[in-house]
């Protein structure tokens, strides 16, 4: 198994998965991997991020939702967090995990002077 990736051990768990998903998309168990901890402990600590990130102007959290692999059904009204045991149009299993990301949001003022620079 390989390392976790080495992150400032004087980070706590939810800021280092803050950092993983700048500008990102990863699975709870990407998280679980890059940090050395169990996929569980990640999915607890979701929903803490989201309501943290909610406050923050500057970025946002961002779900890719869940996919059934057989009838392609988008799980994209689920508010939970983790991935899906069954999906409801054609009852499989085969379900990929949903990924999660934070964007980081331009102020009005950076995204008028990066559009005045590119015309």
Known sequence: MPLPEQ???????????IDLLADTRMSSYQLARRLGIPERQVE??????????A????RRFVLEPATCFDCGFVFRE??????????????????????????SIKRR???????????
């Open 7 to 17: 992150l400032p051990p004087e980070r706590t768990v939810r800021r280092r998965i």
């Open 44 to 53: 607890e600590h979701l929903p803490h991020i989201v309501k943290s990130l």
């Open 55 to 58: 406050r923050d102007r500057m």
């Open 78 to 103: 689920r508010r939970k967090l983790t991935r899906p045991g069954r999906c409801p149009a054609c009852r499989s299993e085969g379900i990929s995990a949903p990924r999660y990301g934070i964007d």
């Open 109 to 119: 003022s950076e995204r008028l002077d990066s559009q005045a620079a590119s015309e």
